[in-house]
Every structure is written in C-alpha cells, then in structure tokens.
C-alpha cells in the first residue's frame, strides 16, 4: 500500500515538473505581483583589438544639417569596456498608494579604457581625419547609492 501511495507521489510531481507555461489573461495577469523587481549587472565591450591586438579603424558620427548643409560630428575608434554591477528596477507604491518606478542606482560602475581617439567635425564622415578637437580616455570606478524615482502622469 505505501509502495502504490509513493508511486502515485512520484507521478503528480513529475506530471507537475513536466507542465509548460500556462498563458494568463488580462485580468490574471494584473493580479502577479513580483517580489523585488530586477536586478542587471553588465559588461559592455566597445570595439576591443582582435587577438592579433590590432585595434580596428571605427568611427560613429552624428549628422547636422544646418542651412541645408549637412555636417558630421566624428568620433574615431570608440572604444573600451564598461561593467555594471547592482542597476535595479522595480514597481513600488508609495504611502499615498501613487504607484512608480524605483531604478536602483548601480553600486558599482567600472570604466577601462573607456574613450576616443579623436573629435572632429567634418563634411564627410569617412574622409581621414585633419584636424581634431581632443581625445577622451576614461579609466576608473564609481560607487552610487539611491534610487530614481519615476512617476506616470
């Protein structure tokens, strides 16, 4: 008898495993509420040399058009990395009941060899470079604390 009890045990909880996703409707799904939102942590690298550790030639630019004169703003061999460790959201309501959005703010940001080669500005964003307004190179780390906070009106 306590052979079949476990048996049957045994089946419920591997039927149970087996179960996919079940959709919700709306109303359903108005009713989940989530415990303490969502937390990130990031690594973004940014054009890093290839294994032969030669850097590549990139740029992005931003088109001006001034007097039907189109200009661009070069920024050459964007690069670096950047990791992100502690960014938070979440759904909060207040004391009042207002409902809004808490971003935690990250705990921790760090920066290598976050930067630029040059800045120019140009009429053709491919055309070498000749005269640059400065180089930006950013290496370090940045602690916050807090939150934003984010109301919809």
């Not at 476990?6 to 108005?30: F, I, K, N």
Request: hydrophobic content about 40%; aromatic content about 6%.
């Amino acid at each position: 008898m306590k052979a079949r009890a476990l048996s049957m045990l045994l089946w419920a909880c591997c039927a149970c495993a087996q179960a996919g996703p079940v959709p919700l409707e709306d109303g359903d799904l108005a009713q989940v509420r989530g415990a303490d939102g969502i937390s990130f942590a990031m690594r973004l690298e940014l054009n890093q040399p290839g294994a032969d550790g030669v850097a590549l030639d990139s740029r992005l630019y931003i088109a001006h058009e001034v007097q039907e004169k189109t200009t661009y703003t070069v920024f050459k061999n964007v690069s670096g990395v950047v990791q992100m460790v502690g960014l938070s959201l979440s759904a909060k309501t207040s004391a009042g009941g207002q409902e809004y959005m808490a971003i935690g703010l990250p705990a921790l940001t760090r920066f290598t060899d976050l930067g630029f080669e040059s800045l120019s500005v140009q009429a053709d964003p491919q055309a070498p470079v000749t005269n640059s307004l400065g180089r930006f190179s950013l290496d370090g780390e940045m602690r916050m604390t807090g939150q934003l906070r984010l109301w919809s009106h």
